[in-house]
Structures are given as C-alpha cells and as structure tokens.
C-alpha cells in the first residue's frame, strides 16, 4: 500500500492542531463554535492556498457527524450535486473552487442550501464576492483564512521534526526555519518541502540549508529571513525605490523577496505604496496594483512574479504624491487629542433641519458647515505639486470663493 503524502499524515484532526485561523477556529472563532454545538450552517471559505481551508472544512463535517462527499467545481456537475441530494438527506458537500461553477451550477444549489437538504462548505481562493454570484453567497456565511506567519508554520514543522514517529524526525531546527520562511504562508508548501527534505540521501540529522538550497533553487537567497531585519530591509527598499522613482532598483528588491517565494509580502506593500506615495497623483495606480496583486495571488509562484514586476514598474514611473497620509494622520490626531466630539445638528440624519441639499445647488455645492464647532476652518488636506490634484484643487476652490458670504 502506498505511503499517504506527509502533508496528509500531518493533517490536524481538531482545530486546536490547526495553524494559523485563530480568529475562525480559535477558542472564540464562529467555525469552532458552529461545530462544538453541531450547527448546520452552509459557508463558503475563501483564502490563499495552502491555508487551512480543507483541514478546517473537513473538522467541521465530522464534528456534524453526517455524510460527507467531496467535489471540486473543476470537474463536477449538476448531476453530481442532485446524485448527491437523492441519496443522502442532511449530507454536507465539501465543494473546492467554488469559483469555478457557472451561475447555472451555482444555481443549482440553491433549493438543496435552502432547505437544508445539503450544508455546503465552498471553498475558494478568489473573493467571493467577485467569484459568487448573490444569490448563492446570501444564503452562505462567509469566513475568510488568511496567511499563516513563517513562525506559526514553524512550529508545525518542528513538532513534526521531533515526533519520533515522523518520516522528517531529526531534521535540524534552521533547515524548519529556511522552510517556513519561504512558503509564502503556504503550509502545504510548507510540508512538501519538509517531505523534499527528509527524501534527500542522507540521514536527517545532517540535512542542511545548503542541501535543501541545492534541490530546491526557490529557498536560494541567502540571507533571507522571513522575521528579521533583512526581510523588513528588502520590503523597506522596494517602497523607497518605488518612491524614488527608480524602476530598476524596484525591480531588483522585489526579485529579491521573490527569489524566496515570498508573495504575500509584496502583495501587501505595493497597495501601501500606491496610496501612499503615488495617491492621488495617479489614482488609477491602486486600482492596477490590486489587480496586479489578485493575479500574483492566484498565478502562484513562478508566474506571480510576472504581474508583481508590471505593477513595480508602473508605479516607480508614476507621479508622485505625499498628500493622502497627512491629512489622514492630521485628522486623526485631532481625534486621539478629544476634538470634533460634537456632531453638527444638521449632520445628525437624513431630514436633519438645517442641512441644504447641494446636489439641487449650482456646481452641486453649498457653503455649510461639515466639521464640529471646534475644527470649522481645519485643514487636513493639501494637494501635491501634480496636475491630477492641482486641476480638481482650482475647481473646488473656485467653486468655494464663489460662495463665500452667501446664506441659504
């Protein structure tokens, strides 16, 4: 009989073994609960791969304690979810990729969801509020898994390095550490790599980084270390690279965390960048950038680097500007300091007295009062030196001089 992959021999049971997730399956999480108290209730997970999504749908069915049957949207059918409803009342379907059903097949589950005949656990790695259509997500309660830390996959791949039992037993802490540190929060990565290592023609014990470097050439930037200052430093030099304006040295440090398979970083860096630095400037630049990211997120690695590196690229060549984290930081500090705590009456709701509708008002404008008492005349927001900003800035203030003096 063949030896079941480790990935699989490592997978929890319960969800206190699970990595990672504690706000869905910790002591407090609602998954954790539904199952303790054997609550039916369907769901669609969604999150990257490799983050638990399975291992957490497959505790929560047993702990139903009802018949599971497990599909992938790849290749299952209509057929298959009626097969499934006409044999087996109050069964739970475990579908993977949900994503990948057409409107019509997502349909198709609606009277069983509905009923309660069938408790379906979707899972997907795209939103789901993008890759689902209404009526389906309505019915479902969604539950997102997000990237475990390198530390938390650590720990999973050191009690496995330590549980004589283990066909990884002995294998050295720094090579777990190199392991974690490359995965990209993917545990199953995570694992595989720990099996690659554990097959290498040696005893375990005196497997090195080196020799995990050698067969496989993704752990090969020396140096990297997911939790310490150089990990921070690359991610620290592709902002300012990016801010620079350089496109080649954004290029160079985001090969840099890459070359590690290190997605996740980047993924959520460039965003900042985008608002931060290149804001208003070019506001079209947030909107490529998470389209850019979503697509590294899906592609994986080696592909994600293709759509990461445009992403760089454009946004090292757009114009910059700094206006959007000052007036953000500027109100929030008059927050933090007590000020603005009283609302204008005539924002208080919708048919407040007092407040003139502007839409009905040339330009769409009127001059009343929009901050509390204590801040009338505060300026958070000043416009970069870019024409994006200047040309909206001259038109509103033009617009405001026009009807400085007037009342309604």
Same mark, same amino acid.
């Given at each position: #009989? /063949?030896?079941?992959?480790?990935?699989?021999?490592?997978?929890?049971?319960?969800?206190?073994?699970?990595?990672?997730?504690?706000?869905?399956?910790?002591?407090?999480?609602?998954? $954790?609960? *539904?199952?303790? %108290?054997?609550?039916?209730?369907?769901?669609?997970?969604?999150?990257?791969?490799?983050?638990?999504?399975?291992?957490? +749908?497959?505790?929560?069915?047993?702990?139903?304690?009802?018949?599971?049957?497990?599909?992938?949207?790849?290749?299952?059918?209509? &057929?298959?979810?009626?097969?499934?409803?006409?044999?087996?009342?109050?069964?739970?379907? =475990?579908?993977?990729?949900?994503?990948?059903?057409?409107?019509?097949?997502?349909?198709?589950?609606?009277? =069983?969801?509905?009923?309660? $005949?069938? %408790?379906?656990? /979707?899972?997907?790695?795209?939103?789901?509020?993008?890759?689902?259509?209404?009526?389906?997500?309505?019915?479902? *309660?969604?539950? !997102?898994?997000?990237?475990?830390?390198?530390?938390?996959?650590?720990?999973?791949?050191?009690? +496995?390095?330590?549980?004589?039992?283990?066909?990884?037993?002995?294998?050295?802490?720094?090579?777990?550490?190199?392991?974690?540190?490359?995965?990209?929060?993917?545990?199953?990565?995570?694992?595989?790599?720990?099996?690659?290592? /554990?097959?290498?023609?040696?005893?375990?014990?005196?497997?090195?980084?080196?020799?995990?470097?050698?067969?496989?050439?993704?752990?090969? #930037? &020396? @140096?990297?270390?997911?939790?310490?200052?150089?990990?921070?430093?690359?991610?620290?030099?592709?902002?300012?690279?990016?801010?620079?304006?350089?496109?080649?040295?954004?290029?160079?440090? *985001?090969?840099?965390?890459?070359?590690?398979?290190?997605?996740?970083?980047?993924?959520?860096?460039?965003?900042?960048?985008? &608002?931060?630095?290149?804001?208003?400037?070019?506001?079209? +630049?947030?909107?490529? %950038?998470?389209?850019?990211?979503?697509?590294?997120?899906?592609?994986?690695?080696?592909? +994600?680097?293709?759509?990461? %590196?445009?992403?760089?690229?454009?946004?090292?060549?757009?114009?910059?500007? /700094?206006?959007? !984290?000052?007036?953000?930081?500027? &109100?929030?500090?008059?927050?933090?300091?007590?000020? @603005?705590?009283? #609302?204008?009456?005539?924002?208080?709701?919708?048919?407040?007295?007092?407040?003139?509708?502007?839409?009905?008002?040339?330009?769409?404008?009127?001059?009343?009062? =929009?901050?509390?008492?204590?801040?009338?005349?505060?300026?958070? =927001?000043?416009?970069?030196?870019?024409?994006?900003?200047?040309?909206?800035?001259?038109?509103?203030?033009?617009?405001?001089?026009?009807?400085?003096?007037?009342?309604?």
């Amino acid at each position: #009989m /063949a030896t079941p992959p480790l990935a699989e021999t490592l997978r929890p049971r319960t969800f206190d073994g699970m990595v990672g997730q504690a706000d869905v399956v910790g002591p407090s999480g609602i998954l $954790r609960h *539904l199952a303790e %108290t054997r609550t039916a209730r369907s769901m669609i997970l969604y999150g990257p791969p490799g983050c638990g999504k399975s291992t957490a +749908a497959l505790i929560y069915a047993a702990a139903l304690d009802r018949p599971l049957h497990r599909l992938n949207a790849v290749d299952a059918s209509v &057929a298959d979810i009626k097969g499934i409803a006409a044999r087996d009342e109050d069964s739970v379907v =475990y579908l993977d990729e949900v994503q990948y059903f057409n409107k019509r097949q997502q349909q198709s589950l609606l009277p =069983y969801t509905e009923s309660g $005949r069938i %408790t379906l656990v /979707a899972a997907t790695t795209e939103n789901p509020y993008h890759a689902v259509y209404d009526a389906l997500l309505s019915r479902c *309660l969604v539950l !997102e898994f997000k990237r475990p830390t390198a530390a938390e996959i650590e720990g999973l791949l050191k009690r +496995a390095t330590h549980d004589g039992s283990c066909v990884a037993f002995g294998i050295p802490d720094d090579v777990c550490r190199l392991i974690a540190g490359v995965a990209s929060g993917d545990v199953r990565r995570a694992v595989n790599d720990l099996e690659l290592a /554990a097959s290498l023609d040696k005893d375990n014990a005196d497997v090195t980084a080196e020799d995990l470097i050698r067969v496989k050439p993704s752990a090969s #930037m &020396a @140096g990297f270390d997911m939790d310490g200052d150089s990990h921070y430093g690359y991610v620290s030099a592709l902002q300012k690279s990016i801010r620079g304006s350089d496109p080649d040295a954004a290029v160079f440090w *985001l090969s840099k965390l890459m070359a590690a398979g290190d997605i996740l970083s980047p993924c959520r860096r460039l965003p900042v960048v985008a &608002a931060e630095d290149i804001g208003l400037a070019n506001p079209f +630049a947030l909107v490529l %950038t998470m389209a850019c990211c979503d697509a590294a997120e899906t592609l994986g690695m080696p592909e +994600a680097a293709k759509p990461l %590196t445009e992403c760089a690229i454009y946004l090292a060549l757009s114009p910059k500007s /700094a206006s959007v !984290e000052p007036a953000y930081q500027a &109100a929030f500090e008059d927050i933090s300091s007590g000020r @603005g705590a009283t #609302m204008p009456p005539h924002l208080a709701h919708a048919n407040a007295p007092g407040y003139v509708w502007p839409q009905d008002r040339p330009c769409h404008f009127w001059p009343q009062q =929009y901050l509390p008492d204590d801040l009338v005349g505060r300026r958070y =927001y000043v416009p970069g030196d870019n024409d994006a900003e200047r040309g909206p800035y001259a038109w509103w203030d033009a617009v405001r001089r026009r009807y400085d003096g007037r009342s309604a």
